[in-house]
């Protein structure tokens, strides 16, 4: 069984640039989740798609947007990047088969650096 | 907004020395209490989850239990390898909720 894969592992960026993440659910789960967690945090949620489309958003601006694949591999897009979005990116996968909340399984992350 | 605070926020502890952390949270409906532990720089590794107060579930030298209120994590005999940061999580809507973590130091 394959776990949650993240790329890319680290990544630079300059303020005002764009930058997309990508990750690969585990095996069997159709649901992925995105989480921002700056250093000495918890993790805070961003979103989370579900069949290709957005199924909840947490308190981000629209700069922040994302996508889902058939496939159910997730982008998370940043557009015009700020110095405050520096932090390490984990991306979650659930299978939502309903009646209780399913485990989430996180990725190892992508740690953005905006200079 | 459901709430979720963890403490202490840092804990040092001899090998072998026995100790416990709170995760408590406010929440009308629990739908899980989830517990997660994570190397630095690396994503959170799911651990346990409860459903109901009452509940417990082991592994290893950790063992988790839930009231209404709150959640505690128990290392018995921890060893250098345990050193982490123990983070909880309560959904709400879609998302988790995490607690800040507590961040735990094993000494040889």
């Known amino acids: 069984e394959t776990g949650v894969t993240q790329s890319p592992t680290h990544l630079i960026k300059t303020r005002g640039q764009q930058v997309t993440l990508r990750c690969s659910s585990q095996?069997?789960?159709?649901?992925v989740s995105w989480y921002q967690q700056a250093l000495g945090q918890g993790p805070q949620f961003i979103f989370q798609y579900y069949r290709e489309e957005e199924n909840g958003r947490g308190n981000f601006p629209p700069r922040f947007s994302g996508l889902q694949f058939p496939n159910y591999s997730s982008e998370l897009n940043v557009n015009a990047l700020e110095l405050d979005d520096s932090a390490l990116y984990l991306c979650a996968s659930s299978s939502n088969s309903g009646g209780n909340t399913d485990t989430q399984y996180f990725g190892p992350g992508t740690r953005l650096t905006v200079l | 907004e459901d709430q979720v605070t963890q403490s202490p926020e840092a804990l040092r502890l001899q090998e072998g020395e026995s100790s416990s952390l709170n995760c408590s949270y406010t929440v009308s409906g629990l739908r899980g209490l989830f517990w997660y532990r994570q190397d630095p720089g690396k994503g959170p590794e799911f651990l346990f989850t409860l459903y109901s107060a009452g509940e417990e579930k082991e592994k290893e030298r950790l063992k988790a239990t839930l009231t209404k209120k709150e959640s505690f994590l128990h290392i018995t005999a921890p060893k250098p390898e345990d050193s982490a940061t123990y983070l909880c999580?309560?959904?709400?809507?879609?998302?988790?909720?995490f607690g800040p973590g507590t961040r735990l130091s094993v000494l040889p």
């Open positions: 095996s069997g789960h159709n649901t």
């Open positions: 999580a309560v959904p709400y809507g879609q998302n988790f909720v």
